[in-house]
């Protein structure tokens, strides 16, 4: 379907379902493509193409609201039954006199700047030359060491586009596309078959690192055998940047509007209350070039702005939706989080590591989960253990437990690594004081 | 499930996203001998056995070794409750033909969105490039296999309107306010699904499946001074409108408010390792993670799982049998055939204490050269068949619950959990505790909350010291990952003791 077809259906289906009786109506296309290439043992282990179509429909009836999707999308007799029916069953709903489309002036207008979220020679790149690179990181990789059991490699690649349109105003589209090369190794010592794994992802083809991705999944394995707990104790935390970005979640959705308004947050009330240390300086910025989380429009088509989350350890913005917005009496921000940019300090994970005298660096996650409420969290980790700088053992089946507000008002030092292959983008990060158990 | 043709021709008007694909009575002209059965099931998805044949064969013309098609046609409804009223809902379609090609160990995988021949044939072809040598095959085979019947229904979610359905959601949240004056909140919903499944290989098996699933639940909100607190309660079952009654929004209703209750009062333990009780029926969560996922025979084949060399080997205490079931009555995670076609097996994992068996897919089960368990298990026709658990659970064993509390001096007794991980080569596994209480001295004393368990699979299965006469299944909503694919899942356990985890808590 081209993009254009993509704008008439839409506008065909919210021509259909205002007719059958709903008021207003958002509706959005959209149509995927990926494959996956993954190689084992020498041989292609999986070979997997993806392409899907589909629609969302945002349906206003009478003060109700429903939402429905289907992936039948070529029988119109069929697309407009479906319609009419979930507009009929809509009827059966409670009033909701909080659900309606976003005020028209707050949407993206268009003429935004090209963010290069799309590669458009996605489609035109040799099929082939995926195959040879997934297979050159597993080569990477054989026969390095003999502790190894398994190697994995894989090349993903992907392209979405998508079109939304809405009764009162609203047309924009976009695509992304993404390519990715991953490796993971398992090695063996004694009955411990530790793994880990590494990649690479980007926007764009050329872009895509395609070298060391095996090697780096290799040492990071090796570095894992002989891992065990230690004794339990309150610690120094160094969290890896790739991982880092994790530890800002239940903060982040201790912001969401739905969370406020339905008490399941930590952070109700706390707008301009400091609530982390001086080091919580963290961005929302939609506008970055390439970036995971960039665009000009949000999922209700409003104008994606560039705002600051936390200054200093203030917080500074709610994530506001149109319908939580009015729940709570608030403007609407936006309700989702575009990238987000911790800003980073002076010194690299090497520096970092070698200023403790005692400490773990966590490199892994293992489970666990945060009260949304409360913000109380335990997880599971797994990282090294450091002793006067130096890296001395690697740890795991322990748990890190506390409380969010607590944790992040411990934040002692942001790194200077931002880890740029994800929205939410941090340094590496020094909590003090952490409880570690272990022993 | 033998259901009715008319059953899914018919759109009520009331039927959210009632079965509204229009068949176009298409007669075979071969000259198989198709039941009335399939012959539905090959009449709602526009097929007739000669386009099988030639789609079948397109997958197998670069000289794979074996192919299938899983056509797969799921409808799914919810409706859902926020400050005090049913006022969302929400439907979905979703229709196509997953088609996959083996050749040895290797998988080609497309699918198609589209029931027309030209796009099915270049998904097969996308498919079939796994194999590279040139092959002629020519399928005329049909063999049918008569799915088994673990979950009949009387009354399909097709057949129901949201204007049925409202009334039990409604009752549940005023259920929730009645019982306690600190509930602020409540959040319920109520989700069904049907899915239509059609199945065929190049080994000619032709088979299907009526798949109904349903979950209803509630998240309880309280507020007691400045403190609030939420928790979860939900059932689960491959079950129909029949099931929602008076008596379950009760259930519910009351486990919410009991659950959430507890955590006012709680606190956290001290950190470290120490005896762990786990309570009857969600502790069977245990299982699933440190036991379960690490005897998926795709993890062993290719010897990444911890236990890979221990088939045979005695990991457990003799009193120690545990099963992973496909087969039980209206289970969530009960299959009629598994999404490979085959029959759906109860499996013994460990038997006596002795590693008995892994769970397997096509590919796993001919490594091992042992027969299918029934295991192969795929999110929707979109994603290729892994090696999945279905219900995992531990038989009753010799103990009581109270012999187990007299053995504990200090540590935790757990039985309501939100989550778990494991790391399979490693052993590593966790599984997060909404709440629970302190044992001291034989006693449940304090209530806890809010900690991530962590231990390794082996050692923790081989700690398991007692097992009591209590089994009880959790019949939540549990939803297992793997491989970025979600399939549902139930599990279950008696109250049993291991000697020592890893506790999150505090420092002193």
């Known amino acids: ?439 | 499930m033998n259901f009715n043709r008319r059953n899914f021709l018919i759109t009520s008007g009331a039927a959210m996203a009632g079965t509204i694909i229009i068949p176009p009575f298409l007669e075979s002209c071969s000259s198989q001998k198709i039941s009335p059965d399939v012959k539905n099931y090959l009449e709602h998805f526009q097929m007739t056995t000669d386009i099988l044949g030639k789609i079948i064969s397109g997958a197998m013309s670069k000289g794979g070794d074996y192919a299938d098609l899983f056509f797969e046609h799921r409808i799914s409804n919810n409706i859902s409750l926020q400050d005090g009223k049913v006022n969302s809902a929400g439907s979905n379609i979703d229709y196509g033909v997953g088609i996959r090609v083996l050749k040895g160990d290797q998988t080609g995988f497309a699918y198609s969105e589209s029931m027309d021949t030209e796009s099915m044939l270049d998904a097969a072809k996308m498919a079939a490039s796994i194999a590279s040598v040139r092959g002629a095959f020519n399928n005329d085979i049909f063999s049918e296999k008569v799915p088994s019947d673990y979950y009949s229904i009387k009354t399909t979610w097709e057949d129901v309107s949201v204007k049925d359905k409202v009334p039990f959601v409604q009752n549940i949240n005023d259920k929730i306010f009645s019982l306690d004056e600190k509930v602020i909140k409540v959040n319920a919903f109520l989700s069904d699904e049907t899915s239509y499944v059609l199945f065929y290989n190049s080994d000619g098996r032709l088979s299907y499946d009526y798949r109904p699933l349903a979950s209803f639940g509630a998240v309880c909100i309280m507020q007691k001074g400045k403190q609030i607190e939420n928790s979860y309660s939900a059932r689960s079952y491959r079950k129909g409108f029949e099931w929602l009654s008076e008596e379950l929004v009760d259930e519910i209703a009351k486990e919410a408010v009991d659950r959430t209750n507890l955590l006012f009062e709680a606190t956290k333990p001290k950190a470290g390792e120490m005896p762990v009780i786990l309570g009857a029926g969600g502790s069977g969560i245990l299982l699933h993670e440190a036991i379960g996922h690490a005897f998926e025979a795709d993890f062993n084949r290719k010897k990444t799982s911890i236990f890979s060399d221990k088939m045979g080997k005695r990991v457990a205490e003799n009193f120690i049998n545990i099963i992973d079931d496909g087969t039980l009555i209206n289970n969530r995670g009960s299959l009629n055939i598994d999404d490979e076609g085959n029959d759906v097996k109860k499996t013994y994992m460990v038997k006596d204490g002795v590693l008995n068996s892994y769970i397997h897919d096509r590919i796993s089960s001919q490594y091992y050269n042992v027969e299918p368990t029934g295991n192969g298990r795929r999110q929707s026709y979109q994603y290729i068949p892994q090696p999945r658990m279905r219900s995992t659970y531990m038989e009753p064993g010799p103990h009581t619950k109270e012999e187990i509390l007299a053995e504990v001096d200090y540590g935790v007794y757990v039985d309501n959990f939100s989550n778990g991980q494991v790391k399979i080569g490693a052993g590593d596994f966790t599984f997060f505790v909404k709440s629970g209480y302190l044992v001291e001295k034989g006693k449940l004393t304090e209530p806890i909350k809010d900690i991530n368990i962590v231990g390794n699979g082996p050692q923790a299965l081989s700690d398991i010291s007692m097992a009591a006469d209590d089994y009880k299944t959790d019949n939540g909503t549990w939803m297992c990952g793997k491989g970025g694919q979600s399939v549902p899942v139930t599990m279950g356990l008696p109250t049993v003791l291991v000697k020592k985890l890893t506790v999150g808590g505090i420092n002193t």
């Open chain 1, 1 to 439: 379907m081209t993009k254009e077809e993509k704008y008439a259906l839409a506008n065909r289906v919210i021509d259909h379902a205002l007719e059958s009786g709903a008021q207003q109506v958002k509706v959005i296309i959209n149509h995927n493509q990926s494959n996956n290439i993954s190689i084992r043992e020498e041989k292609i282990e999986n070979l997997e193409q993806s392409i899907e179509r589909g629609m969302r429909i945002y349906l206003f009836v009478d003060n109700k609201y429903s939402v429905h999707s289907t992936n039948r999308l070529d029988n119109r007799r069929e697309l407009n039954k479906f319609i009419s029916e979930a507009i009929e069953s809509t009827k059966y709903l409670a009033e909701d006199e909080y659900r309606s489309l976003p005020e028209p002036g707050l949407y993206y207008k268009g003429n935004g700047p090209d963010l290069k979220t799309c590669d458009n020679g996605f489609k035109s790149i040799d099929p082939q030359q995926k195959i040879y690179s997934a297979f050159a990181v597993e080569k990477e990789v054989l026969g390095q060491d003999e502790r190894i059991i398994s190697v994995t490699a894989s090349y993903d690649d992907g392209m979405s586009d998508t079109v939304m349109v809405t009764s009162n105003g609203f047309e924009g589209d976009r695509s992304n596309t993404y390519y990715s090369l991953s490796a993971s190794v398992s090695v063996k010592e004694g009955d411990a078959r530790p793994g880990d794994y590494w990649y690479d992802s980007s926007v764009f083809y050329n872009q895509l690192e395609k070298k060391g991705i095996g090697k780096k999944a290799l040492e990071r394995a090796l570095k894992k055998l002989g891992q065990g707990k230690i004794e339990s104790a309150n610690m120094p935390m160094i969290i890896e940047n790739r991982l880092a970005g994790q530890s800002l979640a239940p903060l982040v959705q201790a912001l969401n509007g739905s969370a406020i308004q339905q008490k399941n947050s930590f952070l109700i009330d706390m707008l301009g209350e400091k609530v982390g240390s001086d080091k919580l300086d963290l961005v929302d910025d939609p506008f970055i070039i390439s970036g995971r989380g960039s665009g000009l429009f949000d999922n209700e088509g409003l104008a994606l702005k560039k705002r600051t989350v936390f200054e200093k350890g203030v917080l500074k913005s709610y994530y506001i939706d149109t319908y939580y917005g009015k729940k709570l009496g608030m403007d609407p921000t936006s309700g989702i989080t575009t990238n987000l940019v911790l800003k980073p300090g002076d010194r690299n994970l090497e520096e970092m590591i070698a200023s403790l005298d005692k400490g773990i660096l966590v490199t892994g996650f293992n489970g666990g989960n945060a009260n949304g409420s409360t913000g109380d969290f335990s997880y599971g980790i797994d990282g090294f253990l450091i002793k006067k700088g130096k890296i001395v053992k690697p740890v795991s089946e322990m748990n890190i437990t506390g409380n969010m507000l607590k944790l992040f008002k411990n934040l002692a030092e942001v790194g200077n690594d931002v880890y740029k292959d994800a929205a939410w983008r941090s340094p590496s990060l020094l909590f003090n004081n952490v409880s570690f158990s272990g022993l």
